[in-house]
């Protein structure tokens, strides 16, 4: 029997080297796409020994080439931290718009699945607590994060009507704040940060009163939720996340805990828009996936402290 065929783009990035991965251990062939702008080769080395495994340098915004079948196609690529998206506004936009419409139009031709990576960012700053997926948001769409936002919005509705006008096949997952291994430090992310000073012997920067709240899942419990939700049969949004809520004040307190830094935690001005609280309803991945995280905080910071470690002074 021939493998089944899977594009991931943004495959050298955290989340699509992870699931290239999942994917290879699963017995699939796959394609990894990425243009390398906050994505990492280092990320997929180990893969490319494999005969299953192949690796795209291209820019998805531009234009895909896949020759002979495929049967999934994943959208990854996309810049996805606050700084990087602040410093590839355009980059951000066209991968979300320009970038999910050359893969509708890949998996109309080869008839594939589409799953997309959306985003709690669609929640804005959310006036609904937690957040669940008939939430529609409280985006700004002209301010700093509007870039990344309105991209994602922008993706799920042409995904959506790829999926209504065409009867393509299309999942979208809501990624909630997610850590782990393969992260870069300099990514700007509050985990990577918080890590990184840590390490490094500096103060913990935390924004404004560091009151606001996030929640963090591990990359393999997320990894899992978007496996399930690509071969189930559901095409409407599913938020992936982990419920478990804490103020970034709290986070770089267990932050300094865990690493016996000396250091103390310091403020500086609160990012525009800055959500201020944000914690997913994962009801419908409980009931429709089967799925809920399996890693608490303490279980999926080893590892990750464990990876850091190993790229602080290296
Ligand atoms: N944050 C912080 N210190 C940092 C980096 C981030 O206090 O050095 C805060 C940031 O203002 C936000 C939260 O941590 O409230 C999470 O930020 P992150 O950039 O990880 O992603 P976001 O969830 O905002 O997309």
Redesign the pocket.
């Known amino acids: 029997m021939t493998k089944k065929k899977v594009l991931i783009t943004g495959g050298a990035g955290f989340l699509g080297s992870h699931l290239s991965d999942r994917f290879i251990k699963e017995g699939y062939r796959v394609i990894a796409m990425d243009n390398l702008i906050t994505g990492s080769l280092e990320n997929i080395e180990h893969l490319f020994g494999k005969k299953d495994f192949e690796f795209h340098h291209c820019d998805v915004s531009r234009f895909i080439h896949v020759p002979g079948d495929l049967d999934y196609i994943l959208h990854f690529a996309s810049p996805?931290?606050?700084?990087d998206y602040l410093k590839m506004p355009i980059q951000t936009l066209k991968v979300g718009s320009l970038g999910i419409h050359n893969c509708l139009g890949l998996a109309k031709e080869k008839k594939a699945r589409v799953l997309i990576a959306s985003?709690?960012?669609v929640y804005g700053d959310p006036l609904v607590h937690p957040q669940t997926e008939e939430y529609w948001g409280n985006v700004n769409p002209v301010g700093p994060?509007g870039v990344y936002d309105e991209a994602k919005r922008f993706q799920e509705a042409m995904t959506m009507a790829y999926h209504t006008f065409h009867g393509l096949e299309t999942r979208i997952v809501r990624i909630?704040?997610t850590y782990g291994p393969r992260m870069r430090l300099d990514?700007?992310?509050?985990?990577?940060?918080?890590i990184g000073?840590a390490l490094r012997g500096e103060d913990?920067?935390?924004?404004?009163d560091?009151s606001?709240?996030?929640s963090f899942c591990y990359v393999d419990d997320l990894v899992e939720g978007i496996y399930r939700l690509l071969m189930s049969d559901y095409a409407m949004p599913v938020n992936i996340g982990n419920p478990d809520e804490i103020t970034?004040n709290q986070?770089?307190e267990e932050i300094i805990r865990l690493t016996g830094a000396k250091q103390k935690v310091i403020y500086?001005p609160?990012?525009e828009d800055?959500?201020?609280q944000?914690k997913p309803d994962i009801t419908k991945a409980r009931e429709i996936l089967g799925w809920e995280p399996k890693f608490s905080r303490a279980e999926g910071l080893k590892p990750t402290l464990e990876y850091f470690k190993g790229k602080v002074g290296g």
């Open positions: 996805a931290s606050p700084i985003t709690s960012e994060r909630f704040n990514d700007g992310r509050v985990l990577p940060a918080f000073q913990l920067t935390a924004f404004g560091g606001q709240t996030r970034i986070f770089a500086q609160l990012p800055d959500p201020k944000r």
